[in-house]
């Protein structure tokens, strides 16, 4: 079973599947077909983790999330962030882009280390159906047009993006064709050559010398650095299973942990003021000691010693049924807007998401991993993937797994009802919600409610994947990003 943020992405991963490919091969194949189908959301220049269960194996989350850039570098020389607000229609947010926003990015680094590790297919057959999509072209649809919708400012930001999503100036449309030719080049040369033209050969230097040029800090010698890394995953226990996520110097798997294991001390399944509740104490806790201290391993064993309970973007889950389950999110931030010619790559705007930096910008050292709100989540029961899931969405990620996982356990609701159930989000003192959600109590106790007219993509977009104790797959594409999910017959 797989679910993805596009219904072409999770057709990409199903067909590998149904090659014979097991579930680490089903989630790159999607992941390099999601750069043609979500191109605002992730791309070769973007960043993620990947949450690897196997049989008779130890869980394994594979790091290669963007770092912080400037080994080398000159600070006076950085240009200044550029403000874009982008409107979800009940809530606006603003994001920082352009070349000062670019970190050192780690997609290839990572697809080539999961495939030989972790892969039954060479990289290169999951390369080609990718290429053909980026070459060919990919029809909008209409969560993707709504994309380019409200990112539309950043997409005209430079004529290089806007030569690929606005072409002729005008920004591309529902029913319009999104082609890429060079990203069909990189992909086939990452098939053939691994990654390393990306980091020290022709295609990182280009990329390097245009950043420098548009005024960014990334450098030889960050690309040169960067490689994926092995993580422990967080493990908390809940209902009877054990909860695996990301760990630290991401933030959002630590927290996600955090609320599991405040709500397992409750004997009823929690209602929406007590899961507001919980996102108010998590939220507390996200303090600025917690967020300097994520890249500190003395400080994380102190924060889990002290809870002794504790055991834009695209998410992609897989399930197989051998045992294996790959819960991966990637995300290119909102876009930096900054596509380098002859490349075929776009570039993330970590620097400049405030849900990344929320104590000030260019703050972080060379070389530091992003404390990111992505959180690849895995439910196992006796031993065995259960539920398998993640999200897109910055802050929102963490309440949007939160509430799809009681869904599941608490409340019995399959993958898919549990996706598509309606959502709350607090942050800032204010209750977000969407329609279906029932607000009088939390008015009667006093919160400020933010209420949305529909499902919203603000809201995340999680994608989840479940396997029944008889051995039956369910699952769940979120319908606030588009997304599909496919059950997959042996071919």
Not at 123 to 128: D, F, G, S
């Amino acid at each position: 079973m797989i679910a993805a943020g596009h219904p072409t992405t999770a057709a990409a991963g199903a067909d590998v599947l149904r090659a014979g490919g097991n579930a680490v091969d089903g989630a790159i194949g999607a992941i390099l077909a999601s750069f043609a189908c979500e191109p605002l959301l992730t791309a070769l220049g973007a960043g993620g983790y990947m949450l690897i269960v196997a049989p008779e194996r130890e869980p394994v989350l594979l790091d290669f999330f963007v770092e912080a850039p400037g080994r080398g570098a000159d600070p006076k020389t950085r240009a200044e962030l550029v403000p874009i607000s982008v409107s979800f229609g009940d809530a606006i947010q603003v994001f920082n882009i352009g070349a000062a926003s670019v970190g050192a990015y780690g997609l290839p680094a990572g697809l080539c280390q999961a495939s030989t590790r972790f892969g039954r297919m060479p990289l290169r057959e999951l390369v080609a159906p990718a290429a053909a999509l980026a070459r060919q072209g990919v029809v909008l649809n209409a969560q993707q047009a709504y994309v380019f919708q409200i990112l539309g400012d950043i997409v005209i930001s430079t004529p290089e993006s806007a030569a690929l999503f606005a072409p002729a100036g005008k920004l591309l449309g529902l029913g319009d064709v999104v082609r890429q030719p060079e990203l069909a080049d990189a992909l086939e040369r990452l098939g053939d050559e691994g990654a390393a033209p990306f980091y020290t050969g022709d295609v990182g230097a280009a990329i390097v010398a245009w950043v420098r040029e548009h005024g960014g800090t990334l450098t030889s010698e960050d690309l040169a650095a960067y490689a994926a890394i092995d993580r422990e995953p967080v493990r908390v226990t809940y209902r009877g299973r054990q909860v695996l996520t990301n760990p630290p110097p991401s933030a959002g798997g630590i927290l996600i942990a955090r609320a599991l294991a405040l709500l397992e001390a409750d004997a009823a399944p929690p209602n929406h003021e007590r899961v507001v509740e919980v996102m108010e104490t998590i939220q507390r806790e996200r303090t600025p000691e917690f967020l300097e201290g994520l890249d500190d391993p003395e400080f994380v064993r102190r924060f889990l010693a002290e809870r002794p309970q504790l055991g834009s973007t695209t998410h992609i889950a897989v399930i197989d049924s051998a045992g294996w389950a790959c819960s991966v999110t990637c995300s290119n931030g909102s876009c930096s807007g900054v596509v380098v010619p002859g490349t075929g790559v776009h570039l993330n705007n970590m620097l400049g998401e405030q849900d990344l930096n929320p104590l000030g910008f260019h703050r972080h050292p060379p070389g530091r991993r992003l404390p990111s709100m992505m959180a690849p989540t895995v439910v196992m029961r006796e031993h065995a993937p259960e539920l398998v899931l993640g999200s897109a969405g910055s802050n929102r990620i963490r309440s949007a797994i939160l509430q799809t996982i009681i869904r599941v356990i608490d409340d019995g609701l399959r993958a898919g009802d549990a996706v598509r159930a309606p959502r709350v989000h607090f942050e800032d003192g204010v209750v977000y919600a969407e329609p279906g959600i029932e607000t009088g109590a939390l008015e009667a106790a006093g919160r400020a409610i933010a209420r949305f007219r529909d499902l919203n993509l603000f809201f995340g977009g999680v994608q989840a994947v479940e396997r029944d104790s008889g051995g039956d797959f369910w699952g769940g594409g979120d319908p606030r990003r588009g997304g599909a999910a496919l059950v997959v017959e042996p071919g």
